[in-house]
């Protein structure tokens, strides 16, 4: 086997043969994948969940986690905020002439750790090569498909005004490794992205039913743009507490010395949940008792003004609206 | 909006909205597709197939086809092959910087056109966007899942003596076509690609039974391939017969110019089927009441000897084996 990829890797010929028969497959083969096929057969029940996503995260390592980890965790996390149990991935390599074979047997058994951790099988994959200057070393894409587990509505449609808005973790922690890793700033060198298998979390709130009113993991745009996405078009607003958000003091230090909002930074082992308040105290201890959950967090409230936007509390009681975010932050975080 | 792509629209804020809101979400909404979230729901059967694929053809637009449809094509034949009826698809974009959006809307609409000749719905999708020079203009995978309904085996291993092997139309067109367009070659001016989807053609042959042995659609790597899968490790091999195996004027022509042997060259929608000998006929007319079928034919015959050969019975009456391709035919051609 060569030590890079070279473009007849992804001929169909021999060479092909040779990467997916000597490299990829052995790394990912289970019980649900027996053999090398056109399509895989699999067990489903009456009501799936299917989501998608693809990583472009440069650089594909990082502290934390690597691109192989993310592609896992980031659609088995989709699966898990639409009220699915993750159980079978897809993989559509992308990969750049050139690709060190190494660096490709490391991600690939980081996707299969993630797929064990996260009890979702890989059982079926396609691998493409592309010339050296057209690609970024490797790109992922997952699908994934899930049995639903939740019968209940997500849709923001149905908040009222006194519902929680609960975090499951410190914001910020995956955007802003990825940019010191990627740009080596002299900050956040302690820091380790969040990525992470959020299904058992969300598997704790299911059981509250219509008291679990929304669930969206806040990736790219961070919490910032899932909180817009809740609100969007509806006569509630947010109001959160800046002083209930947790954030690490490493991601704080970075974030301030980066000029960034740590609201707006990507997050990949975070999600945002809206319960009724009733329900709130209850969820925050359920969700306590997972590692990515110790520091989740009721952040805020569904008020009923003003309609449709974001506004943050500060820590010296002033206001300021939370928008969508704008602009570049950071190209390829995930 | 913008005329070409930024990296702000993958940013997660407000131009990734716009771009999902404007421009790909209205493109590709369905009934199945009712809202953008993380996932969708959809209904399954207890035995469905998942199957992936990433397509990176170059140049995007070509003769008879564009990377939409065959995103979309090229993954229901998967299923399709597999024995499944092909029912929902996800699309993962990797846009490059500076990617007309007026291109990316007739990639759009061009899926849409495939995926409603297929009866297949998109129900999620991904977009991210990468630096100018990290992509080639537009990669797309879409993954599919499908109810099976050929609950046969299709293992090679259960191969006789004495089977036919059927190609369900005239090979090399797709790879050909692709490679005229690229390189503005001087040949195969009238050429399209052969790209199509292959559901109805599989389905004619599902009622077959256990007369239908094998089933793989000749993608990269073309006949060649696929028909020295079918044998490696096997105590049997192929003979096929050079006459009859259907390949247009215009492919021959400008394979003979490239010197490119046709049996190695990738097509979208071709597949090899092996079916018992005396199910053979019947077969064959079964597939021709279909367009792309209507030149299927019994090109060869599974032989006791060379085994896990394939050979070639020229028209001149000599012998020379097909062996897997080596080397790299056509980069980027699917």
Redesign the interface.
Known sequence: MDKHI???H????????ELVEQIIYPALKNAAYPAL????????????????????VDPIFFPGGDIGKLAVFGTCN??A??G?RPQ?I?????IEEGFPVADLSRVLSSIAEAAGEAGVAV?????????A????GI?I?S???GE?CFSGDLDPAGLHIGDAVVLSGPVGAHGITVLGAREGLPVGKSLVSDCANLFPLCNELFPFGASLKFL??A????VA?VLNEIVAGLSVGILIRESDIPVSPDVEAAADILGLNAL?V?NEGVFVAVVSGDAADSAISKLAGHPAGKEASVIGTIVADPAGKVFLETRIGGKRMID?????????IC
């Open positions: 070279r473009l007849e992804g001929s169909g010929g021999v060479l092909s043969r096929k056109d399509g895989t057969d699999v067990s489903c029940s009456p009501s799936m969940c299917m989501t998608t996503d693809t990583y472009v989709d699966l905020v639409s699915a079978y897809s993989l559509g390599f992308i059982v079926t994959g396609d691998t493409k090569v592309v010339g200057g057209k690609g970024g790109y894409n699908a994934g498909i639903k969206r993991d990736t790219r745009g961070g743009a707006e990507a969508l975010p704008r602009g570049l932050l950071l190209p390829r």
